[in-house]
Structures are given as structure tokens and as C-alpha cells.
């Protein structure tokens, strides 16, 4: 199950990118401009301490240069689309770890459906495989996002849909920095993200996997230094949390579309 959880985060990451996962849940992603082994490191630079134990997935071929940081960690799992002999033979030294190739066009974007066993039956659902045009999203506040903040926003937005609810993450365009996941209260997420944080988290966006319902978690954003938030937007508290987005110079866009994940 962690190696599918792990699998399906990887492969909706356009660019070149890893992510680690532990207990189902991502504790490291990051891309790079195709030096897989910069973004292995820069993903588990994220949570060092979780990666332990965890399952890695590339979504590119793993080279020898790669294969000699991955060796670096214990890991349960390690799946890529490929490896090259020499990568392949350095991983075969380590002892209790299982390497699985999976190809490029086996990915979770196949048609079908998710089922969860119930008393007295099953529930069936759509996966969710929406391709959301971060463009698109509606501009909710005062202040625009910068380029740099829509692409971190566009990041964010498919690592959140991946993490547990409620889950919260904070990002930059290219690495996940903290993770709130399963939580009973939204505003706990985002204190857990923060907590869970070894890099700075000044400057980076958030990603809400469902609209806040009061303006307590933005107020804990803004003093984490987030400055622009991706959410789904619907709360009947929709206007509390603008006014305190923009009270804090905050940019902040609506989708329209959440991404609950049981």
C-alpha cells in the first residue's frame, strides 16, 4: 500500500521528482532540472528523521550517481521506471530492500475505481485523477500571486491531494518543507506542519486539501511566514478568511475542487 501511495505521488509530478513515503503519506518530495540525485536529496532534506524506513519513488531512471545516495538510507522500497546495471548493482548491496521497476505508462492516471471495505459492503468512488489548471483558480484576495508563488502553488496543490485529511503542506516550487496530515482539526495541520518543519518554512506557500473553516489557520500561516495559499474555498466563513489573508498580505487563490483523502 505505501509503495502504491508512493508511486502514485511520483507520477503527479510532471518534472523530474521524488517523493518518500512513510505510513502512506509523503514526508519528502522534491523535483530538480533532471539531476534525480539533486532531488532525492532535496526530498529528503524535507523530514531526514521519517525517511527512515520509508518507501522512495523516482519517476525517472535511476543513475549509479543516484543509486550511491539512495544507499545513504535505509529505505523499505525503492521504485523507479528504470535502472541502470550499475545503479542496479550497487542497490543489490544493501540488504533488505526490495526494488521494483515500474513502467513510465503504469501509472495511477488509468481509468478506474477506489473501493473501501465497510460493515455490510463496499463503497466505491472515482479515483481522483483531476488535472487542475492552476491558472485557473479564482484570485480571492487583494494581492496576485507572483510567478514564483504559482508555481510553488501549483506544486503544492499535487503534493496536498496526496496527504491525509485534513493535510496541510508547506512548499516552495520545488520541495515539500512540512506536512499536517490526518488531523480532526484543520488549523492542527497547519500547526504540525510547521512543527514537522526542519527547513525554513519563511516564504514558502500552503496547500489545504479542504477550505478553512475559520481564520485561525491562516493567522498561524502568516506567523509560520506563508505567503500565498492554495485551498478549495466553500467554507461559509469564505470572507473571514480573505479579510485575514489580506490583512496579511497574504495571496490566496479558490479551485473550486477539494481533494479528501480517508
Not at 165 to 170: D, E, G, P, R, T
Request: glycine share 8%.
Amino acid at each position: 500500500m505505501d509503495s502504491d501511495a508512493a508511486w502514485q505521488v511520483v507520477s503527479d509530478i510532471p518534472l523530474p521528482g521524488v517523493v518518500i513515503i512513510k505510513h502512506a503519506n509523503p514526508c519528502g518530495a522534491a523535483t530538480s532540472d533532471g539531476d534525480m540525485a539533486e532531488a532525492f536529496r532535496k526530498a529528503l532534506a524535507g523530514d531526514p528523521v521519517s525517511a527512515f524506513g520509508g518507501i522512495v519513488a523516482l519517476n525517472r531512471p535511476v543513475d549509479k550517481k543516484t543509486a550511491e545516495e539512495l544507499v545513504k538510507t535505509f529505505f523499505e522500497v525503492i521504485i523507479a521506471p528504470g535502472f541502470a546495471a550499475d545503479a542496479a548493482g550497487l542497490l543489490e548491496t544493501r540488504k533488505n530492500v526490495r526494488v521494483l521497476e515500474i513502467p513510465a505508462t503504469c501509472s495511477k492516471r488509468s481509468s478506474g475505481y477506489e473501493f473501501r471495505r465497510v460493515m455490510g459492503g463496499l463503497l466505491i468512488q472515482d479515483r481522483d485523477m483531476d488535472e487542475f489548471d492552476i491558472r485557473k483558480a479564482k484570485v480571492v484576495t487583494k494581492r496576485i500571486p507572483t510567478e514564483a508563488e504559482y508555481q510553488a502553488l501549483d506544486f503544492a496543490w499535487r503534493v496536498v491531494k496526496h496527504v491525509k485529511s485534513n493535510a496541510i503542506v508547506y512548499t516552495t516550487k520545488d520541495q515539500l518543507v512540512g506536512m499536517g496530515a490526518g488531523q480532526t482539526s484543520r488549523v492542527d495541520s497547519v500547526k504540525i506542519a510547521k512543527m514537522k518543519a526542519v527547513l525554513p518554512t519563511e516564504g514558502c506557500v500552503l496547500g489545504s486539501d479542504a477550505f478553512f473553516p475559520f481564520r485561525d489557520g491562516i493567522d498561524m500561516a502568516a506567523q509560520a511566514g506563508i505567503t500565498a495559499i492554495i485551498e478549495p474555498g466553500g467554507s461559509v466563513k469564505d470572507d473571514e478568511v480573505i479579510q485575514a489573508a489580506d490583512e496579511h498580505g497574504i495571496a490566496m487563490i479558490f479551485t473550486g475542487i477539494r481533494h479528501f483523502k480517508h
